[in-house]
């Protein structure tokens, strides 16, 4: 049975990448891949940076409680923590804010390797950007695409979709797993919820969605996957 994760250990992802370690470790320490930790009830301000008249930055709090959940690590923690073995934390990253810090009298956060995860969508991310399948490789024909199928990266393109078309593509994916991937458009696009039911308005936008989706010229649709 799969689970649907919002996260992974360092170890799930180097199997699913068929990579070593010290490649993950490569790609985050230059920032090109960002490792977090879960953290419980801890004091953090959340804010963001301002600049004053004679360009000085200065923080400005937005938020300040007692978080849990996952925070992403700057490059430079994850440096020390792969090369100390452990490290004590201060500063965090948080997709919303400009900065993320420990607030009132508490101790710098103590990390080691075993706590670092990947989340999902960066997960995700990362595999849209490079090109990656599951297998670790590139591949042009490899079908990757992030949780909500807003994007998708197929036969050597990538998509970016609004929700209906993500949806169209979910649909499609979802029968051809199942082994039935050629279906009718017309039901593909109602159960999606699209009120136009021809699949070339849907994808209009898209100049290049053929290269995705394939049609038998009879009314039935099938991703263009083997």
């Not at 009830?41 to 360009?55: C, I, K």
Request: glycine share 8%; net charge negative.
């Amino acid at each position: 049975m799969d689970i649907e994760k919002a996260y992974f250990s360092v170890e799930e992802i180097l199997k699913r990448w068929s990579i070593p370690e010290e490649d993950l470790v490569y790609l985050a320490e230059n920032d090109e891949l960002r490792l977090s930790i879960r953290v419980y009830g801890l004091p953090l301000e959340f804010g963001e940076f301002a600049e004053d008249g004679s360009g000085r930055v200065h923080r400005i709090p937005t938020e300040r409680y007692c978080y849990s959940g996952l925070l992403d690590l700057h490059a430079s923690d994850v440096f020390r923590i792969y090369r100390a073995g452990e490290a004590y934390l201060s500063e965090f990253r948080e997709g919303q804010s400009d900065y993320v810090t420990l607030w009132g009298a508490v101790d710098a956060h103590y990390a080691v390797i075993g706590d670092l995860v990947l989340r999902r969508d960066e997960r995700d991310r990362f595999e849209l950007k490079a090109g990656f399948s599951s297998g670790g490789q590139p591949e042009d024909r490899a079908f990757i695409a992030s949780h909500d199928y807003s994007e998708v990266r197929c036969n050597g393109c990538r998509f970016q979709f609004g929700p209906i078309q993500a949806a169209v593509v979910r649909v499609l994916h979802d029968r051809a797993l199942a082994g039935q991937p050629w279906q009718n458009g017309k039901l593909i696009l109602s159960e999606a919820g699209s009120k136009s039911l021809r699949m070339a308005d849907v994808f209009k936008s898209k100049s290049n969605w053929r290269a995705l989706i394939q049609s038998d010229r009879r009314g039935n649709y099938r991703l263009g996957i083997d």
